[in-house]
């Protein structure tokens, strides 16, 4: 007997998240389940792919109910760059919106840029932060998300079927 392995989940930082609606589609045409994680309440389409999750008002809630969950195979969508290490680290896919993928290659030099602006910024020597959203973050976050998920798909085809 065979074991079907778990399907691709994609998880969502959503408390400023600007592509949740882009998320929706995509997962939609690919058949894929979504886990919409916020620190309170946060709307969401009714779907029954579509899972709402308040993760709580702690400091990190949210963050630490995806970091707990996403793994080899998974998708997460996130901007916090911590996060998005810890998921790294788990074997997770991550993405910014802006389509900007976090890679085991990537996450070490973002981690310590985004230290390093920390403490510039709290020093006074750097007042701006990120630049913001535009069009084009949203076309190249749906061409980065669609290849991910092509990507998993084609490792997953490409794995031997595990034996139960």
């Known amino acids: 007997m065979t074991?079907?392995?778990n399907p691709t989940r994609i998880y969502v930082d959503a408390d400023a998240c600007p592509v949740?609606?882009?998320i929706y589609r995509v997962a939609a045409r690919h058949g894929l389940p979504v886990s919409v994680v916020a620190g309170q309440f946060i709307r969401v389409p009714h779907d029954p792919l579509i899972e709402r999750i308040a993760a709580g008002s702690g400091m990190d809630a949210a963050d630490d109910w995806i970091a707990e969950r996403a793994g080899p195979g998974d998708i997460v969508i996130?901007?916090?760059i911590p996060l998005a290490s810890r998921c790294?680290?788990?074997g997770a896919e991550v993405i910014a919106p802006n389509g900007k993928p976090f890679t085991e290659q990537s996450i070490g030099m973002t981690l310590a840029v985004r230290n390093l602006m920390t403490d510039l910024?709290?020093?006074g020597?750097?007042?701006g932060g990120p630049k913001s959203f535009?069009?084009?973050d949203r076309s190249t976050f749906l061409a980065t998300l669609d290849q991910t998920i092509r990507r998993i798909q084609r490792r997953r085809a490409d794995?031997?079927?595990s034996q139960g």
């Open 3 to 5: 074991t079907p392995q």
């Open 20 to 22: 949740k609606e882009e």
């Open 78 to 80: 996130t901007s916090d």
């Open 88 to 90: 790294v680290k788990a």
């Open 121 to 123: 910024r709290s020093s």
């Open 125 to 127: 020597e750097v007042t």
């Open 134 to 136: 535009a069009a084009r």
């Open 159 to 161: 794995a031997p079927i």
